[in-house]
């Protein structure tokens, strides 16, 4: 870390010393510090979870279909906790709650944030890396907030963030200012900027697919998949927020297309695959749907779904023009 940058010790140095004095950023440094709190909480309930007794499901299936994790509730219900008391937040959407979570139109309540927190839900029981991620848009002067509110496109985001609760804990947060990277600090119950200016690196060293889905892909998104099998090793966590985590530190393509029988894929387009555009082309790289780019996309529901691939532009290009045929 350069002397310059050790000035920004806590995250909250450097969200005010970054953001303190324009207008655009006003109030981002208070949504950015409760969702600091609200994943320094999940990732306590997360070392500990066997030890409270709070692994396994809820019993109850989510607006996806999905079974709900203890933690998956818990996550929800603490980040929503943290942002309301924020006092910046209009309305959240959230992967685990059906409808548009509004919060109020008040004087300074200038964001909408789209969350997935706990992303991983099948690596909780098995002490594997898994993650919160967050997109952030600011809301229209004068707007009323409502549902349509959430139907934002990505492009417009002002910030992404995402925490990954593995062998470190670690919250990775980009604006149009950059990428950067702090690591929580548990003693201090502090997030410290240990990752500055994160880019890319050029080289792409793996790709990250669930290859036992090959047999559902049409041809040409197998052929992708082959050139990425021909050229790099493979690595696959199962958590998106750790696949993606490591590709952005190491150099990789992660991919979760869609196939014949399912052509929207598995990730959901507004806090999965949005925010996590937004990180990575920020920090160089690139992120398509396989037709277009993930930021371009103009949402019709709050949870649709979309195909990813994602990571170092050159393969996320090539990739997708295989897919097309090409
Ligand atoms: P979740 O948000 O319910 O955890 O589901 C999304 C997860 C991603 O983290 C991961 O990339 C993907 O599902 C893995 O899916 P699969 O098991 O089909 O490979
Ligand atoms: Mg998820």
Redesign the pocket.
Known sequence: MSTTRSLYETLADFAVSTWGNNKDYDGLDAVIMALAEGARLVQSKVEAAALAGVLGSTGDINV?G?VVQILDTFASDAFVSVLKGSGRVAAIGC?EIEGTVVLGDGAGQDYIVQM?P?????NIDVAISIGSIFGIWKRDPGEAIGDASLLRPGREQVAAVYTVYGSSTMMVLATRDGVQGFTLNRPEKMFQLTHPDIRIPDEVSCYST?EG?FNTLDGATQMAVLALRESYSLRYV????A?FHRNLLKGGIFM?PGNPGSPEG??RLMY?SNPLAFVAEQAGGAASSGEQRILDIQPERPHQRTPLIIGNRDAVEQTVAIMKGG
Do not use: R, T
């Open positions: 996806q999905e992967e997935d706990l992303d991983g839900s099948s669930n889905n199962g958590s998106l927020v696949d979760y598995k990730l999965e």
